[in-house]
Nanobody, 125 residues
Framework: QVQLVESGGGLVQAGGSLRLSCAAS????????MAWFRQAPGKERELVAV???????YHADSVKGRFTISRDNGKNAVDLQMNSLKPEDTAIYYC???????????????????WGQGTQVTVPS
């Protein structure tokens, strides 16, 4: 059973940066397909970024060029570096892990079994 704990959220002005981290226990992040999702008030949950066990990455068009997903095997964590933040990035950000994902496919449509509790990111307009 993998447990995921997100950290690093907060309030930041537009144009600023934040780095979210998802620490895992009970499993090794390099063995799982890992992802970041977000959900804004009144909106559906949205896939933000994926990193596969093989190291391939995917970033949604809405964040491409601004956000970067990475894996830190030493910390057993997956990070999301968020730059040039916009008010529309305001959401609760969730980390997720899949034990059935392809090692090499990074993109939408993957089923995630394990979820963190989320961390709030607020970018005032």
């Amino acid at each position: 059973q993998v447990q995921l704990v997100e950290s690093g959220g907060g309030l930041v002005q537009a144009g600023g940066s934040l780095r979210l981290s998802c620490a895992a226990s009970g499993g090794t992040v390099s063995s799982y397909g890992m992802a970041w999702f977000r959900q804004a008030p009144g909106k559906e949950r949205e896939l933000v970024a994926v990193i596969t066990s093989g190291g391939r990455t995917y970033h949604a068009d809405s964040v491409k060029g601004r956000f970067t997903i990475s894996r830190d095997n030493g910390k057993n964590a997956v990070d999301l570096q968020m730059n040039s933040l916009k008010p529309e990035d305001t959401a609760i950000y969730y980390c997720a892990a899949s034990d059935s994902a392809s090692r090499w496919y990074a993109g939408p449509g993957i089923s995630y079994k394990y979820w963190g509790q989320g961390t709030q990111v607020t970018v005032p307009s």
